[in-house]
């Protein structure tokens, strides 16, 4: 059975930084696109942050742009997290989908449809 794990979730204070990790079982993220996302309370499911399989391409949404950074590493993806600001918290989640012809900056939207996806990690900014 084909399972995400998401790890790293935590309480931090404004400025700090986490680095969240995504870990698979069943399949090599390797050959994944990989996408994080996160949903605060009584709002959308918004894309974090993206990585394509390949090229391993990137995308960034303009709030975290210069902040985060993702990466992947020994078949596991990460999202190290700096400046951590009050409007970051919410449950993190990772997706994973096998490559296909998108652009990065589309399979970092809301609603596109990944295969697969982890539980969540909860991140809370807070002081």
């Known amino acids: 059975q084909l399972q995400l794990v998401e790890s790293g979730g935590a309480l931090v204070q404004p400025g700090g930084s986490l680095r969240l990790s995504c870990a698979a079982s069943?399949?090599?993220?390797?050959?994944?696109?990989i996408g994080w996302f996160r949903q605060a309370p009584g709002k959308e499911r918004e894309g974090v942050s993206c990585v394509k399989s390949g090229d391993d391409s990137t995308y960034y949404a303009d709030s975290v742009k210069g902040r985060f950074t993702i990466s992947r590493d020994n078949a596991k993806v990460y999202l190290q997290m700096n400046s951590l600001k009050p409007e970051d918290p919410a449950v993190y989640y990772c997706a994973a989908d096998p490559p296909k012809y998108y652009s990065v900056q589309a399979m970092c939207k809301g609603e596109y449809a990944y295969d697969h996806w982890g539980q969540g990690t909860q991140v809370t900014v807070s002081s």
């Open positions: 069943g399949f090599n993220l390797d050959y994944y696109a």
